[in-house]
């Protein structure tokens, strides 16, 4: 059995003729860590009451507008499947696989632009960017509003994907420049809540919209859905330029000490294996030569490919027979769940710094799910399968992306890079995903539902995979550096 680790990175020294770093020691609750501004050594115990004010000080602004925005980025993208059931293709004259197309159009844009919108967000302030990416992508939601034909929607959703590409990739830098390692899954548990909660309350918000204000001033009641939730985006993007985070130097809500406080955890946290400043295009470079970063981007597709449902699943509530509006309201309670589940279980693997095990049983439980609602159309069982699916799918994302950000950090423009390209394989996912869910295979789906499964499966054996391979390079540090360090998680 390994010992416990804390969730930092190896020396992969390999030809180079460098010092080690100082490595920072594990369960040593007297070191002294010098404070960056070079003069006064900081003991670990006065540090501990800093800095758990600083933690708290980091949760009460980041975490909230961070969540706020990630619930309104759902809302916004996921509106199009709500709209689905008033009369939305029939306004468009839209029929068979257009439906389809017009979902998966938007991860081709968020795809292209993922990339290099990362490996710019380190040479700007991230927060102001990030603030003015939501702007935009709540203007471009709102005028969707406007689409008179399908080839307009195509248009509106494929610079909605643009407009939105910086968002999630960009929020977990935020937080891996102010959280450490073993804090980061609990950290994006919460912030993915903020997704299923919208995936959830979308239904009763379009459940209010279609049944009070169809028709209202001549508009159907999908155009006023895009309208109102544009409308507040782009509300909470203006908040966001005041709120949301740059680097610690340009944060005006964090005074000196804070600041310096913010750099020690850096430096303290930071890989054994650092190799320092690099350029943008170098940080890129150490990110496609890595393998696991690869193995990471597979194991990120498979998860999302089986969390493809999403966008049909007031389609797959439809089939409960159900009218509109109890079937939007009967949407809201598995991804609330979900929600809840994600946080406890990014908390758990951040508490217990592991992470094979708890992907392991999430997606197993979301394969149970699938099978149980392919399998039968019982009203009762396909609703509590419902709420297994969701629950673990949706659980294991906050520890792929937390371990893939801890795992793969040396530099800044590395960790940027893999956040990037591990999210754009995932949301490849998406784009082949939504033809999983055709209207001919209504009403049991199970080309999608056994897809899924499997997909679920795959992402389990790369989550093992990678085990094994950190497990090798854990031993392989242990050979070439007797002294207590930190050793990756797995």
């Known amino acids: ?16 003729d460098t010092k080690p770093i100082d490595v920072a020691v594990v369960d040593e609750k007297s070191a002294v860590i010098e404070d960056l501004g070079g003069s006064k050594p900081l003991t670990r115990s006065k540090m501990d009451l800093e800095e758990r004010a600083l933690v708290r000080k980091l949760d009460c602004y980041i975490m ?6 990630y619930f309104l980025n759902y809302v916004d993208r996921n509106a199009i499947a709500q709209a689905r059931l ?35 967000i380190t040479r700007i302030k991230p927060g102001i960017y990030m603030s003015g990416c939501m702007f935009l992508w709540a203007i471009v939601s709102a005028c969707t509003a406007s689409v008179r034909s399908y080839e307009g929607l195509v248009v509106s959703r494929f610079f909605l994907g643009i407009a939105e590409a910086p968002f999630y990739p ?15 899954a609990a950290r994006v548990g919460l912030m993915y809540a903020g997704q299923l ?23 159907a009641g999908w155009q006023w859905l895009f309208i109102i939730e544009g409308a507040l985006t782009a509300f909470v993007a203006i908040l966001g330029f005041w709120l949301l985070p740059n680097t610690p130097d340009d944060t005006h809500w964090l005074n000196e000490e804070e600041r310096k406080l913010v750099k020690v955890r850096q430096a303290r946290d930071r890989m054994s294996d650092v190799f320092g400043e690099t350029s943008t295009w170098e940080g890129l470079k150490q990110a496609f030569r890595d393998k696991r970063a690869w193995l990471f981007c597979f194991m990120q597709m498979f998860h999302l490919s089986a969390c ?25 309670p598995p991804f609330v769940l979900a929600g809840i589940g994600s946080t406890l279980v990014g908390w758990s693997s951040g508490s217990f710094n592991e992470r094979t095990w708890h992907i392991t049983a999430t997606l197993s439980f979301a394969i149970v799910g699938f ?31 937390g371990w893939a950000s801890s795992t793969l950090s040396q530099t800044e423009e590395k960790r940027a890079v893999v956040l990037a390209i591990t999210n754009v394989f995932g949301h ?24 899924s499964a499997g997909f679920a499966l795959l992402s389990i054996c790369c989550a093992w995979v990678m085990r094994m391979l950190l497990i090798r390079e854990n031993k392989n540090i242990r050979r070439s550096i007797p002294d207590p360090i930190n050793l990756y998680s797995y």
């Open 1 to 16: 059995m390994e010992p416990k680790t804390q969730d930092l990175s190896p020396v992969e020294q390999e030809g180079r």
């Open 64 to 69: 909230p507008t961070i969540c706020v925005m």
């Open 86 to 120: 008033n009369h939305f293709e029939s306004d468009l004259n839209m029929s068979g696989n257009q439906f389809n197309t017009a979902v998966s159009i938007l991860f081709v844009g968020y795809v292209l632009m993922q990339v290099p919108s990362n490996m710019l």
């Open 371 to 401: 099978i149980i609602a392919a399998s039968t159309l019982n009203t009762a069982a396909r609703y509590v399968a419902c709420f297994i699916f969701p629950v673990g799918a949706f659980s294991a994302n906050s520890v792929i992306v």
């Open 197 to 219: 909660l919208a995936t959830g309350f979308t239904g009763l918000i379009s459940a209010g919209v279609f049944a009070g204000m169809d028709g209202l001033r001549g508009l």
């Open 428 to 451: 490849i996912g998406y784009i082949y995903g939504a033809y999983l869910w055709p209207d001919s295979d209504e009403p049991r789906y199970g080309i999608g539902f056994g897809a």
């Open 170 to 184: 960009g929020a977990t830098y935020i937080l891996a420049i102010y959280y450490t390692h073993s804090e980061m």
């Open 308 to 332: 493809s449902f999403n966008a049909f699943f007031p389609t797959v509530a439809k089939t409960l027979n159900y009218d509109t509006t109890v079937t939007l309201l009967l949407t809201c």
